[in-house]
């Protein structure tokens, strides 16, 4: 099992262009999740999905846009770069957590993009 | 004020100190999960845990809930221990997962 996979590892862009971030995951989780990590601070959700042809936001959500049309796939779109969205990406999934008797499941992460806006 | 805070910020010990990492937290929880990040980037999930005491290898949690505060000991340190440690809480609202800013330790040979 290759487990979460993301690409690209590295990329930049300049203000004003756009991308998608690609993540995939290869266990059959149910729910997947968009963090950026800054310097200094922790991870922070950005959008997340519960399933296929559900997405909702997070903590931080503006700037991005999500779907997710099967279970293994849940790319992350950037519309208009901007520097503050300079940022390590990382994409997780996990077993609902909710169905866990109240200790959650382990999320299992991808590599992480490194993303720089300039 | 953060949700999770985490002490101390950076850790540095010589190899086969014990080590102790802190985190409080101030909302109501599910679970406390600790993980894992090294320099390479990859997280990794190390314990979660909702009351009481873990133990792997060479690591242990605690978790004090009426507290709210949590502790990942490592015995007998290893420069390969180097790494982000990171605390975050299943929140019990939402079952979203909230994180410390993490702990850089640094294990000297």
């Known amino acids: 099992n290759a487990g979460v996979t993301q690409t690209p590892k590295f990329r930049i862009l300049k203000i004003g262009q756009s991308m998608t971030l690609q993540c995939a995951q290869d266990m059959n989780h149910n729910y997947m999740y968009w963090y950026r990590q800054d310097p200094g601070m922790g991870l922070k959700l950005i959008y997340y999905?519960?399933?296929?042809?559900?997405?909702d936001k997070g903590e931080v959500p503006n700037g991005y846009n999500v779907s997710r049309s099967t279970t293994e796939d849940f790319p992350l779109r950037l519309e208009l770069a901007a520097p503050s969205q300079t940022s390590v990406y990382f994409c997780?999934?996990?077993?609902?957590?909710?169905?866990?008797?109240?200790?959650?499941?382990?999320?299992?992460f991808g590599p992480g993009t490194r993303l720089t806006v300039t | 004020k953060n949700e999770v805070e985490q002490s101390p910020q950076n850790l540095t010990a010589q190899e086969g100190e014990f080590i102790t990492i802190n985190c409080s937290y101030s909302?109501?929880?599910?679970?406390l999960h600790w993980l894992q990040q090294h320099p390479g980037g990859g997280i990794v999930s190390l314990f979660m845990?909702?009351?009481g005491k873990k133990k792997h290898g060479r690591l242990i949690a605690t978790i004090n809930i009426q507290e709210k505060h949590s502790s990942l000991h490592i015995t007998a340190s290893h420069p390969r221990d180097s790494a982000v440690y990171i605390c975050?809480?299943?929140?019990?609202?939402?079952?979203?997962?909230?994180f410390g800013k993490g702990t850089l330790l640094t294990v000297n040979p």
């Open positions: 997780a999934s996990s077993y609902d957590p909710t169905l866990a008797g109240g200790l959650g499941y382990e999320q299992y």
């Open positions: 999905s519960v399933g296929a042809g559900i997405t």
């Open positions: 975050a809480v299943l929140t019990s609202s939402n079952y979203k997962l909230t």
């Open positions: 909302v109501g929880i599910s679970a």
């Open positions: 845990l909702s009351s």
